[in-house]
């Protein structure tokens, strides 16, 4: 990865040689030029708006630098929806709640300062009259409401893009960012229209297909003896889990995952080539419930569940079929806005550490989330709340990054071809174990559920890996193996 990132000399350097095909510095130095021009005309103080420009982005690039080391992605807009939950996106991270508070003093401290600094400083130092301040402001706003074009063919902004030798990569944020600059990548997926319209795309198309599958459909069913909704089906998307003995290189011992491997033999079960690799959970659910491939929407729709789920009036998906649906999160219900996004799914409830509080709460060893054990005691809990059948959709949080020496005991031997850090063994060694943790509780929800008289059908899958394996993930070769996780469906009945 060292070798793709230029230094920041030769960037700037290169951005105005002619001829270079470095221009995309021009195109991050406009926004935050664009940013300063803005916060000049609001305040009319020079070095009050360079002193919290320079703030912005020098906590923009260390929230970028966190997420890539902890989630192995470059920040987003869509991310932006978190600040609303500073406990929970810290945690996300790994942070301390002494970490935090430090932060929070500091920050604190810098922003007492720059107040009495410039009431003594600045206070009576005026930088330019109303109609360039206005002439500023405006630039700053038309420069902002360019970035909602900038992936847009044949528009303005984008044309001036091209020119400047952009080279788009939005289906790969982190390549996007080596290749255009952190600034101006971040701003292109503002751009976040939702797809291309089809040749031929009307309502009366729509109509008409709609009408030729209904009268096929009517026609399968008039001899169909079972129906889906006659029964339970429970989706569980179980956080990072994947087969770590497939992992290229990787040698663990023993098995971590018997019983799920045993399940796998005796039902419909195969893997899954997920979109996502350290992080996209939000992404893996959405295409589970709605059947909709990521790659029917522009590449600048990083995220449906935050950018187009969260404030849609009606949500085609799986649990539709059903009357009663229920969904379970044993963690903050404003994670990828899942609380608007569940709402507008027709869900009636949603358990979370907030109300309604789920019931069983309990963590392993200094793991900060809770366990499957626990995640499944409640799926149990909510079963038991409706006779009838129902759909529950829950992601679980217990496999979740970042990994950090939390368990008392070890039980797997680990080792790998490739040359890996201490860091990586060390996260290696803790999400194996909790591979393992999983792998019995899973053992056991089944084995409950089969003891409920009536059909249920469960399915099962793992979203993404964990970003853990550096070494691996360097070697082109990998990039498939790196992507399967594991999927099964358990028919009870």
């Known amino acids: 990865m060292v070798q793709k990132v230029q230094t920041v000399s030769n960037f700037l350097i290169n951005a105005f040689i002619p001829g270079s095909q470095n221009h995309q510095a ?213 956080e990072s889990f994947s087969d770590p003995t497939r992992v290229p290189g990787s040698h663990v011992t023993p098995d971590p995952m018997p019983n799920i491997r045993k399940i796998k033999n005796e039902t419909t079960s195969g893997l899954m080539l997920s979109s996502g690799y350290g992080g996209g959970t939000a992404n893996l659910e959405y295409q589970a419930l709605t059947g909709m491939s990521l790659t029917n929407f522009l590449p600048t729709l990083t995220s449906p569940y935050v950018q187009l789920a969260a404030s849609a009036k009606y949500l085609p998906n799986v649990s539709n079929y059903w009357s009663i649906k229920n969904a379970i999160h044993p963690y903050f219900p404003v994670t990828y806005d899942r609380s608007a996004v569940y709402k507008n799914m027709g869900f009636q409830k949603f358990y979370t550490l907030y109300s309604p509080k789920i019931k069983y709460t309990k963590r392993i060893g200094n793991s900060p989330y809770i366990s499957d054990l626990s995640a499944y005691k409640n799926v149990l809990w909510v079963l038991k709340k409706h006779k009838k059948s129902q759909f529950i959709q829950m992601p679980t949080m217990q496999n979740h990054m970042s990994y950090n020496n939390w368990y008392k005991k070890y039980t797997f031997k680990i080792s790998s071809t490739y040359n890996r850090s201490s860091w990586e063994s060390g996260v290696v060694k803790t999400y194996v174990q909790g591979v393992s943790y999983t792998d019995n509780s899973t053992k056991w929800f089944i084995k409950k559920i089969n003891k409920i008289k009536k059909p249920i059908t469960i399915v099962w899958y793992g979203d993404h890996l964990p970003g853990i394996y550096d070494s691996e993930i360097s070697n082109p070769n990998n990039m498939l193996s790196l992507h399967e996780t594991e999927l099964f469906s358990s028919i009870i009945s």
């Open 26 to 238: 021009i195109l991050n130095i406009i926004f935050v030029i664009a940013l300063f021009a803005f916060l000049l005309a609001i305040t009319n103080r020079f070095w009050l708006a360079l002193i919290i420009n320079n703030v912005v982005f020098i906590i923009f690039g260390i929230a970028d630098n966190l997420k890539i080391v902890y989630r192995d992605e470059s920040i987003l807009p869509s991310d932006l929806s978190q600040l609303s939950s500073p406990t929970e996106l810290v945690s996300f991270i790994g942070m301390t709640p002494v970490q935090l508070f430090l932060i929070l003093l500091a920050i604190i401290f810098i922003i007492i300062f720059i107040y009495f600094a410039f009431r003594y400083f600045d206070s009576r130092i005026k930088f330019t009259k109303w109609y360039i301040r206005i002439i500023l402001l405006i630039f700053s706003i038309l420069i902002f409401i360019s970035a909602g074009n900038l992936y847009t063919p044949g528009t303005v902004p984008y044309k001036i893009a091209t020119k400047l030798s952009d080279n788009p990569v939005p289906w790969d944020v982190n390549e996007d960012q080596r290749n255009n600059g952190a600034v101006y990548s971040f701003m292109r997926f503002f751009d976040n229209k939702v797809m291309t319209t089809p040749k031929g795309y009307s309502r009366a198309a729509i109509e008409k297909l709609d009408e030729k599958y209904t009268k096929i459909a009517d026609k399968i069913n008039k001899t169909r003896k079972s129906y889906i909704n006659k029964q339970t089906v429970i989706y569980v998307l179980s």
